[in-house]
């Protein structure tokens, strides 16, 4: 398969960015939003975040198989949902983001319901986005700068919301006026975003099953042992990951007193972000995707450990222990998307028929599950310390609850996450082994005629069954 061109890898991290003008936006200032401008309290906030994550989980599981159903001829399998689903989304995330003062009950009425219609809005875009990388090319270091360009656009926004709107969130300020124009702006920037990925990146991985049914789609899932593991992998890593997400600022504002840093924090994260994805495919080559998870890990969970240590007087030592997790983190987030979307290869090799809306909507949804535990058990250590919102002196207690939500947290899923990956199978290596096999299926049928769009084709052989990390035909079954 040819290499994809530089467009295409470009307008594929530009999906990512319009994603995270909606999603990051609520993860990072969505907690705040509630508990200093709504007046909901941080117990009710969180128990908000659980419930509505946990629903907009489900809601990817629900996505996943519309696209899996769906298949146009003229935009392919991904690309309408990018396209027609992209405005909505963005109105959507300026009504969860303006929250009437119409008393803490239909303030919170009314913040479960935006949000849940925001979370399945999200779904039905970023399923088939998600989906798409797998879809564009099975090169493993192609992926890997997909999994770079795909970072780059969403930190590239992310920090732009530390650099610029972070500094604003202080006791004082218009919070409600500020959310409001910039989700209005979001609404113009992230359209343009979005179409702009429609147009430049495509499908090219031969599919025999355009439109895959209920029972293709449970099977792909029931046999593919990898992405289970994947799965659960992520559940403990996001989980981690938006506890320090979601009380990031806390930490800076009201633990090491100095809000002024997190705009540096967010252009070092941008710049880490760009010297990882200039040598990340190049590093996947050499030690595979899954030690790069591991060991990208394992350097979270060193940050973690500071973060929950240091005294509140060591400015310098607990921001850099934010800084350590961040490069773990960044790294992760690489090559994840290109884990998951060799776990795609292998329901193929294992059932013949290619799922990814429904390999990726499972994947995503240990994902919000993780992030819908993670940003509840943030916000329960908040409430747990005592936390008290407008601008108001923090006890030691509500500290200790901000550094446990920051540190503890993280440095504990993150190790879950690891001891799970090292059980993890599906290795280049054998990853390789599994996209010949398929290719050699392809031709073999090449002149069969199309496929029965409700019968699969062959499953696996019975040598190829057997292939283990090093990639030969020996040993336990994956």
Same mark, same amino acid.
């Given at each position: 398969?040819?290499?994809?061109?530089?467009?295409?890898?470009?307008?594929?991290?530009?999906?990512?960015?319009?994603?995270?003008?909606?999603?990051?936006?609520?993860?990072?200032?969505?907690?705040?939003?509630?508990?200093?401008?709504?007046?909901?309290?941080?117990?009710?906030?969180?128990?908000?975040?659980?419930?509505?994550?946990?629903?907009?989980?489900?809601?990817?599981?629900?996505?996943?198989?519309?696209?899996?159903?769906?298949?146009?001829?003229?935009?392919?399998?991904?690309?309408?949902?990018?396209?027609?689903?992209?405005?909505?989304?963005?109105?959507?995330?300026?009504?969860?983001?303006?929250?009437?003062?119409?008393?803490?009950?239909?303030?919170?009425?009314?913040?479960?319901?935006?949000?849940?219609?925001?979370?399945?809005?999200?779904?039905?875009?970023?399923?088939?986005?998600?989906?798409?990388?797998?879809?564009?090319?099975?090169?493993?270091?192609?992926?890997?700068?997909?999994?770079?360009?795909?970072?780059?656009?969403?930190?590239?926004?992310?920090?732009?919301?530390?650099?610029?709107?972070?500094?604003?969130?202080?006791?004082?300020?218009?919070?409600?006026?500020?959310?409001?124009?910039?989700?209005?702006?979001?609404?113009?920037?992230?359209?343009?975003?979005?179409?702009?990925?429609?147009?430049?990146?495509?499908?090219?991985?031969?599919?025999?099953?355009?439109?895959?049914?209920?029972?293709?789609?449970?099977?792909?899932?029931?046999?593919?042992?990898?992405?289970?593991?994947?799965?659960?992998?992520?559940?403990?890593?996001?989980?981690?990951?938006? #506890? $320090?997400? @979601?009380?990031?600022?806390?930490?800076?504002?009201? =633990?090491? !007193?100095? +809000?002024?840093? *997190?705009?540096?924090?967010?252009?070092?994260?941008?710049?880490?972000?760009?010297?990882?994805?200039?040598?990340?495919?190049?590093?996947?080559?050499?030690?595979?995707?899954?030690?790069?998870?591991?060991?990208?890990?394992?350097?979270?969970?060193?940050?973690?450990?500071?973060?929950?240590?240091?005294?509140?007087?060591?400015?310098?030592?607990?921001?850099?222990?934010?800084?350590?997790?961040?490069?773990?983190?960044?790294?992760?987030?690489?090559?994840?998307?290109?884990?998951?979307?060799?776990?795609?290869?292998?329901?193929?090799?294992?059932?013949?028929?290619?799922?990814?809306?429904?390999?990726? #909507? $499972?994947? @995503?949804?240990?994902?919000?599950?993780?992030?819908? =535990?993670? !940003?509840? +058990?943030?916000? *329960?250590?908040?409430?747990?310390?005592?936390?008290?919102?407008?601008?108001?002196?923090?006890?030691?207690?509500?500290?200790?609850?901000?550094?446990?939500?920051?540190?503890?947290?993280?440095?504990?899923?993150?190790?879950?996450?690891?001891?799970?990956?090292?059980?993890?199978?599906?290795?280049?290596?054998?990853?390789?082994?599994?996209?010949?096999?398929?290719?050699?299926?392809?031709?073999?049928?090449?002149?069969?005629?199309?496929?029965?769009?409700?019968?699969?084709?062959?499953?696996?052989?019975?040598?190829?069954?057997?292939?283990?990390?090093?990639?030969?035909?020996?040993?336990?079954?994956?």
């Amino acid at each position: 398969m040819k290499k994809l061109n530089k467009l295409s890898i470009v307008g594929y991290g530009a999906g990512d960015a319009a994603n995270n003008l909606a999603f990051t936006t609520a993860t990072m200032f969505l907690l705040v939003y509630y508990t200093d401008v709504a007046g909901i309290s941080a117990a009710a906030a969180g128990t908000l975040l659980l419930v509505v994550r946990l629903f907009d989980a489900f809601a990817d599981v629900f996505a996943g198989r519309i696209v899996d159903r769906t298949y146009s001829k003229r935009f392919g399998k991904f690309r309408p949902f990018i396209m027609f689903g992209s405005i909505p989304l963005l109105l959507l995330s300026v009504a969860v983001f303006s929250v009437p003062q119409i008393g803490e009950s239909g303030a919170l009425l009314y913040a479960y319901v935006t949000y849940a219609a925001l979370g399945l809005a999200y779904s039905l875009v970023n399923i088939p986005y998600g989906s798409l990388a797998g879809a564009m090319t099975q090169d493993p270091g192609e992926r890997a700068k997909l999994g770079s360009a795909r970072l780059v656009g969403a930190l590239t926004v992310s920090s732009a919301l530390g650099i610029f709107v972070a500094p604003l969130i202080k006791p004082g300020a218009d919070l409600q006026q500020t959310f409001t124009t910039i989700t209005l702006v979001f609404v113009v920037i992230g359209t343009a975003l979005y179409f702009f990925t429609a147009l430049t990146a495509k499908e090219r991985v031969h599919r025999s099953v355009p439109k895959v049914s209920l029972k293709q789609s449970m099977e792909t899932l029931k046999t593919n042992k990898p992405l289970m593991m994947l799965c659960l992998s992520s559940f403990f890593f996001l989980t981690g990951y938006l #506890a $320090l997400t @979601s009380v990031q600022l806390y930490y800076l504002r009201d =633990v090491l !007193g100095r +809000l002024d840093l *997190y705009p540096v924090l967010s252009i070092v994260q941008l710049a880490l972000t760009f010297v990882l994805a200039a040598f990340m495919s190049r590093l996947v080559r050499t030690i595979g995707k899954k030690n790069v998870y591991i060991y990208s890990s394992m350097i979270t969970i060193a940050g973690g450990v500071i973060i929950f240590f240091t005294p509140a007087s060591r400015v310098w030592i607990g921001f850099s222990g934010l800084v350590i997790s961040l490069v773990g983190v960044l790294a992760v987030n690489i090559v994840v998307w290109a884990l998951e979307a060799d776990t795609v290869e292998y329901g193929e090799w294992k059932t013949g028929v290619r799922t990814e809306g429904i390999t990726y #909507a $499972l994947f @995503s949804f240990t994902r919000k599950s993780g992030q819908a =535990v993670g !940003g509840a +058990l943030a916000a *329960y250590a908040l409430a747990l310390g005592g936390y008290k919102s407008g601008g108001a002196a923090q006890t030691p207690d509500a500290i200790f609850g901000i550094q446990v939500a920051a540190g503890a947290l993280p440095a504990v899923m993150v190790i879950l996450a690891v001891l799970v990956m090292s059980k993890y199978k599906l290795t280049d290596a054998t990853h390789a082994e599994i996209l010949k096999e398929i290719q050699a299926r392809r031709t073999k049928t090449a002149y069969a005629g199309p496929a029965d769009e409700n019968h699969a084709t062959p499953t696996a052989s019975a040598d190829v069954s057997t292939l283990v990390d090093a990639g030969k035909p020996s040993g336990q079954k994956l």
